[in-house]
T-cell receptor, first 113, second 110 residues
Framework: QQQVKQSPQSLIVQKGGISIINCAYE??????FPWYQQFPGKGPALLIA?????SEKKEGRFTISFNKSAKQFSLHIMDSQPGDSATYFC????????????FGTGTSLTVIP | GVTQSPTHLIKTRGQQVTLRCSSQ?????VSWYQQALGQGPQFIFQ???????GRGNFPPRFSGLQFPNDSSELNVNALELDDSALYLC???????????FGQGTRLTVV
């Protein structure tokens, strides 16, 4: 059973546009929700993370929106750039388990110049 | 940072393989993940203080070790074709969720 569901599978956005990736989770015990960015041939790199006591977190062009009642969270990339072209993974964990993450299936983002 | 070796490996079905991970300095918890092509990473197991501290849905032929210097190994016995994947390790401090991943080892089983 996929504990974290992610959509869309792929996304094509024009430079300067907004990229939106959505995730949904089942386990209400999850209390840490990171987003990772992965370039081909590289390991995932932490982009931004949120805990369920806040509904939104912004870091530069990246924003996480969190809806605890719907068990959904999303990543918004503002002013998308060609350098943002990568695969993005949402994940969830319980803080007392440290780095034991359940990952979504990934979204391949392509930003067209 | 977190470093893994080797970067690529080709093995024959039925063989055994050992992958290595050097954690970020000061980190005492390491987790291993399997990432099949086009999929998200799947949690294999976590080690803390040299003890297994959680396991995902992987059979016992996947085993690990953590050494006093917080480096670790992933061992896979009786390799199967479906074991072909990118294997990632992630290190962190116990109780801290921010984790750092290595670049991975690409294992191909033929």
């Amino acid at each position: 059973q996929q504990q974290v569901k992610q959509s869309p599978q792929s996304l094509i956005v024009q430079k300067g546009g907004i990229s939106i990736i959505n995730c949904a989770y089942e386990n209400t015990a999850f209390d840490y929700f990171p987003w990772y960015q992965q370039f081909p041939g590289k390991g995932p790199a932490l982009l931004i993370a949120i805990r369920p006591d806040v509904s939104e977190k912004k870091e530069g062009r990246f924003t996480i929106s969190f809806n605890k009642s719907a068990k959904q969270f999303s990543l918004h990339i503002m002013d998308s750039q060609p350098g943002d072209s990568a695969t993005y993974f949402c994940a969830a964990s319980m803080m007392n388990t440290g780095n034991q993450f359940y990952f979504g299936t990934g979204t391949s983002l392509t930003v067209i110049p | 940072g977190v470093t893994q070796s080797p970067t690529h490996l080709i093995k024959t079905r039925g063989q055994q393989v050992t992958l290595r991970c050097s954690s970020q300095s000061g980190h005492n918890t390491v987790s291993w993940y399997q990432q099949a092509l086009g999929q998200g990473p799947q949690f294999i197991f976590q080690y803390y203080r040299k003890e297994e501290n959680g396991r995902g849905n992987f059979p016992p032929r996947f085993s690990g070790l953590q050494f006093p210097n917080d480096s670790s190994e992933l061992n896979v016995n009786a390799l199967e074709l479906d074991d072909s994947a990118l294997y990632l390790c992630a290190s962190s401090l116990q109780g801290v969720t921010e984790a750092f991943f290595g670049q991975g080892t690409r294992l191909t089983v033929v």
